[in-house]
């Protein structure tokens, strides 16, 4: 084993420490890398919140880095060599032979996808650490070249969020010619917005926040509905062909349906769990209610060279990673423009 510098809650704790943390020698196909830039999902928050077991957990499910070290069968064949630019989301393995995964789509793996903290290890079943650690050590399958001309930093985020939204706007033939409406302006939104507007589509917010709304224009949203007035929700009846729903917390979905267009249909990427509505909502107007979470291998590869060719990368604030849960408790206020991310320097 390893030794690296991490950020863990432990215990009972709702707060991360700067504690060491052990990670595994290299395995053939295996990357070692130095962490330098790691984004604060919402999705940390909750695990951070969330924790019953008291087991250690280190978040952090996308980051950039660069390799330091590469297993023996690791070769320029697979593309890496130390000192390489790159970047890593929130699945780090899968079985690799199941439906999926032929098909591409390894965060849908019927065995599960390794994730990337919180996950069991296929080979040793230990509990995966996150990424906000100095050292990530990942089968090299699962990282990808970050492109040249994209800020690490901010490119980041493009690792959960940014796929997050790329394949349900994939998959749901966004482009030109297509009304869609994000809900929930925070990370994983605004970064739909920016690769809806990219992808030719007449591209509105949805948020309870009518104090966001210039930033939304400034995204290149034509249109900003504010959720918390009757009126403006009720103009926005049957608008869009596709709404992509990033609210953190379980919601009545009836309201956003609403504003979905005949055949259209409801992506409710955000808060993950049970949901109620009335059938009613989808029976008026042919709606689909669909979901989305991740992304495949080629997905994040084909993601990450679309935001290089349109210059996307998230709105941040850089912290120092000693100021974590500062950037954790700012999260849950919602006191966020529109992504954390942490510099790991301050670990060495
Ligand atoms: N499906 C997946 O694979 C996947 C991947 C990553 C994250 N997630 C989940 O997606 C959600 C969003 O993540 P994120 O990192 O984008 O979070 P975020 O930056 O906090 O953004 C969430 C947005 O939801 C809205 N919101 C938050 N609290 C709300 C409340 N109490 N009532 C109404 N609206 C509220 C806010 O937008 P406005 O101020 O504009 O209203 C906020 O900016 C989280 O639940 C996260 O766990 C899912
Ligand atoms: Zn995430
Ligand atoms: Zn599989």
């Not at 863990?8 to 130095?34: M, S, Y």
Request: proline content about 5%; some cysteine; overall charge negative.
């Amino acid at each position: 084993m390893r030794t690296t510098v991490s950020w863990q809650a432990e215990g009972p704790a709702t707060t991360l420490r700067r504690t060491p943390l052990k990670r595994r020698d290299l395995r053939p196909d295996d990357l070692a890398i130095r962490v330098d830039y790691c984004g604060v999902c919402h999705t940390d928050l909750h695990a951070v919140r969330s924790r019953e077991d008291g087991r250690p957990l280190v978040p952090g499910h996308e980051f950039t880095g660069v390799v330091t070290e590469t297993g023996s069968e690791v070769s320029g064949v697979t593309g890496f060599a130390v000192g390489d630019a790159v970047a890593v989301g929130n699945i780090v393995d899968s079985c690799g032979t199941c439906a999926m995964c032929r098909a591409g789509q390894e965060n849908f793996c019927h065995a599960f996808p390794t994730l990337t903290y919180g996950g069991v290890d296929r080979h040793d079943g230990s509990t995966t650490q996150g990424g906000y650690s100095r050292e990530y050590v990942v089968r090299s399958r699962f990282a990808y070249p970050l492109p040249s001309v994209l800020d690490p930093a901010a490119a980041a985020p493009l690792l959960c969020a940014g796929v997050t939204v790329w394949e349900p706007l994939h998959a749901l033939a966004v482009g030109p010619g297509v009304r869609v409406a994000v809900a929930g302006l925070g990370g994983l939104g605004h970064l739909a917005v920016k690769i809806a507007v990219a992808l030719g589509a007449e591209t509105s917010v949805i948020s309870r926040s009518p104090d966001k709304a210039d930033d939304a224009r400034r995204l290149g949203a034509h249109d900003v509905i504010v959720s918390t007035d009757p009126e403006d929700m009720a103009a926005a009846r049957d608008r869009f062909d596709v709404v992509i729903d990033t609210i953190a917390i379980p919601h009545d979905l009836g309201p956003y349906l609403r504003l979905v267009a005949l055949d259209g249909t409801l992506s409710h990427l955000g808060h993950l769990g049970p949901v109620t509505l009335e059938t009613t909502d989808l029976l008026i107007g042919r709606k689909r209610l669909s979901s989305a979470g991740s992304g495949g291998r080629p997905a994040t590869a084909a993601m990450l060279t679309f935001c290089a060719e349109h210059g996307i990368t998230a709105d941040i604030e850089l912290l120092p990673s000693a100021r974590v849960n500062e950037a954790l408790d700012r999260l849950g206020r919602n006191d966020v423009r529109y992504r954390f991310v942490l510099d790991l320097s301050d670990l060495d």
